[in-house]
């Protein structure tokens, strides 16, 4: 029920996006002269006024904390350096409210000695509301899509009080998840510092796990003069 209601989520979004283009472009259509005179130029807002800015991020990722191993003695992940660049850009809804339609690659790295290559792209849509001028919270939802690749075989891993065998893939394998995002965006223009969660099963507490990521993005004005 809860990938309906995410999936649901993710059209409304793109037809509302699709929605604004339209009318930013038959407004600009409509308003256009046939003619422009050499010594003027047209308001830049009058062409697109829902889009505001390009944003170009990279941070870092933690995947699942807490329940990620990360040695033999069965210690656990509470941050990890997995890097991500990314891309997005923000339409505006209202004086307070943007769409905010993003693009995230993680870099793709080797589990540990296991061997196991991993991909992830990050398909998210938020809903950011503007409390202050240097404050946005962001609600939200990402499509993960993560690629796998490994060697084959098995692994015994120490958790602690015995071992562990972990079977690894012998051939490219892609899951795709769902996620819930919560997060806030901190304002120092034309930069912003943003902690964001991912929230996995978000409505069932036996599957319940959560990833964060911290990072950093730069923002292109587009009708800065």
């Not at 009080?161 to 965006?185: K, R």
């Not at 990833?211 to 800065?224: E, N, Q």
Request: charged content about 15%; proline content about 4%.
């Amino acid at each position: 029920m809860l990938k309906l209601l995410l999936v649901i989520f993710l059209y409304a979004s793109a037809l509302y996006a699709s929605s604004l283009w339209a009318q930013s472009f038959k407004k600009s259509t409509a308003q256009a002269p046939a003619k422009v005179p050499s010594n003027t130029s047209l308001n830049s807002h009058e062409l697109s006024p829902h889009f505001k800015n390009l944003g170009f991020s990279f941070g870092t990722l933690t995947e699942f904390v807490g329940l990620t191993q990360t040695n033999e003695d069965g210690s656990r992940d509470r941050f990890a350096f997995n890097p991500y660049v990314g891309f997005s850009t923000d339409i505006e809804m209202n004086q307070s409210w943007r769409f905010v339609p993003e693009l995230n690659w993680v870099l793709p790295r080797t589990a540990g000695d296991s061997g196991i290559t991993k991909n992830l792209f990050m398909f998210r849509a938020d809903f950011g509301h503007h409390l202050l001028d240097e404050l946005r919270l962001r609600y939200g939802t990402s499509l993960m899509v993560l690629n796998m690749r490994g060697r084959g075989g098995t692994q015994e891993v120490e958790n602690g009080n015995g071992t562990s065998t972990f079977y690894l893939p012998s051939e490219s394998q892609t899951a795709v998840n769902h996620t819930l995002d919560l997060g806030a965006d901190f304002y120092l223009l034309p930069f912003s510092v943003r902690f964001q969660t991912f929230i996995y099963s978000a409505f069932n507490n036996e599957r319940r796990q959560w990833s964060y990521a911290l990072g950093v993005t730069y923002f292109y004005d587009l009708w800065k003069k």
